[in-house]
């Protein structure tokens, strides 16, 4: 991952308070990575489980690279080494101190899923008004989130920040970096069960981004029992589908099975069938109102977003309807998928490709056996599934539905290949090592 840094004098002050460590060359960018170095980088070389970036200091060397903050310098690479006891603590207390140069609301965004979408939304919406700042891609952690901050310029008016955790006290290291203004998060729900144990541990290592608001807000999902009892600090300010809400919200099904949401009086038809995006519509539209968009602004704003790839995004394919949710699953985003396909009108199978669904601890297969249940309630047309844990969804599958397991992605996509037709439509869903967009592609290969 790389960041690019537009102002190189800048930079060297922070850098040079925090390491006492003064840059030989400016700093036009950051990476950890050294096969995305440009010339008049800085490489921050981290020690991880795998691999040691220490062992690339020729590589960065040959890219023009400026400097490199090590733990480990070696006299024998002819490039300025800056030592530490730690790179990754370091680049942290850096980018807190580059962050705190900026007095901008800096919006943090957490929860088990819909991370990712709701910071895509909510950049769409405040881009209306605002010079926007927000994390790029998953750059969301404790490597990702300091590189991001670094990316902040002077011009900029807000910034959303996305922050995962797959291990306790990863929040609070964020927040304790990012120093969030306002937070969200977004659900609680069996994610990241492996790290985490149960449903309480998750909702307390969420519930960080929200303790940490002292003098901010927290927008609380009145939906969720758990986000709604956690702990904050400083203002709250509430949504959700009770109308005794701050921003109270209805959902209305049209006739064509597209979904119109009526908030505070405030009626948004969306055109979509997509009950998740409806959800975070809610969220964004809290937040947005708070800080200063008018409700004309925010309804043209959500009429006219498109998903990201990989997060229900819908496209027409050879007369059929593919419904490419393949980015990462978990339990609730899986069975919201499916009423998402269930949703569709018109003719066609209803079909469902399902990769497993993975860090879920030990009641993954009790949570993969809850998809088929659920499939059987739908009464799709057809469900194919790839997987170690998927055999516990494909035994549960009753009420008549062609349902098939496979080993390999070879024979699902062979498979696929023959039993499509026109008018079907398809729903793709897995978790990320799943890699299900490989699935499509050699589906609807060329």
């Known amino acids: 991952m790389r960041v690019s840094i537009n102002h190189p004098e800048m930079f060297a002050t922070v850098f040079e308070s925090v390491t006492k460590s003064k840059l030989h060359r400016p700093i036009t960018g950051i990476s950890t990575d050294s096969r995305e170095l440009h010339n008049g980088d800085l490489y921050i070389a981290i020690k991880g489980s795998r691999t040691d970036g220490h062992q690339f200091l020729k590589q960065v060397k040959d890219t023009g690279a400026a400097a490199a903050l090590v733990c480990e310098t070696n006299e024998k690479i002819d490039i300025q080494q800056i030592k530490v006891n730690d790179t990754l603590d370091t680049i942290g207390k850096i980018s807190n101190k580059w962050r705190m140069t900026f007095d901008i609301p800096i919006i943090g965004i957490t929860g088990s899923n819909g ?186 704003k959500l009429q006219s977003f498109s998903s990201p790839q990989g997060r229900c995004f819908v496209k027409q394919i050879n007369d059929i309807t593919v419904i490419d949710d393949t980015y990462n699953a978990n339990l609730s985003s899986s069975l919201a998928a499916l009423d998402y396909l269930n949703a569709f009108s018109g003719d066609g199978r209803r079909i469902f490709v399902f990769g497993d669904m993975l860090e879920l601890g030990p009641t993954t297969n009790d949570q993969h056996q809850k998809i088929g249940e659920r499939c059987s309630e739908l009464g799709l047309d057809g469900v194919f599934t790839i997987g170690e844990h998927t055999k516990h969804t494909n035994v549960v599958i009753n009420n008549g539905i062609m349902n098939k397991h496979f080993d390999t992605k070879e024979s699902m996509i062979f498979s696929l290949k023959n039993f499509l037709k026109c008018d079907d439509k398809i729903l793709f869903k897995g978790s990320r090592g799943m890699a299900m967009d490989k699935v499509i592609e050699g589906v609807f290969e060329n």
């Open 115 to 300: 991370k990712t979408s709701t910071k895509e939304l909510l950049l769409h919406v405040l881009s209306s008004k605002f010079k926007m700042h927000a994390t790029k891609g998953n750059f969301n952690t404790n490597i990702g989130l300091p590189l991001t901050l670094l990316g902040l310029d002077p011009d900029h008016q807000i910034s959303i920040l996305e922050m995962g955790a797959s291990a306790p006290g990863e929040i609070e290291e964020l927040c304790n970096i990012a120093k969030p203004t306002h937070g969200i998060i977004t659900n609680i729900e069996p994610a990241h069960l492996e790290g985490f144990g149960s449903m309480e541990n998750i909702a307390y290592e969420k519930g960080a981004l929200f303790r940490s608001l002292h003098k901010g807000i927290s927008f609380v999902n009145q939906a969720d029992a758990m986000v709604s009892n956690i702990p904050f600090s400083g203002k709250r300010v509430t949504y959700g589908l009770d109308p005794d809400c701050d921003f109270p919200a209805d959902i209305f099904h049209e006739d064509d099975g597209t979904l119109t949401l009526i908030l505070d009086t405030n009626i948004i038809p969306t055109g979509s069938h997509n009950l998740s995006f409806i959800k975070n519509c809610i969220a964004v539209s809290a937040i947005s109102i708070s800080l200063g968009i008018d409700w004309n602004a925010l309804k043209k």
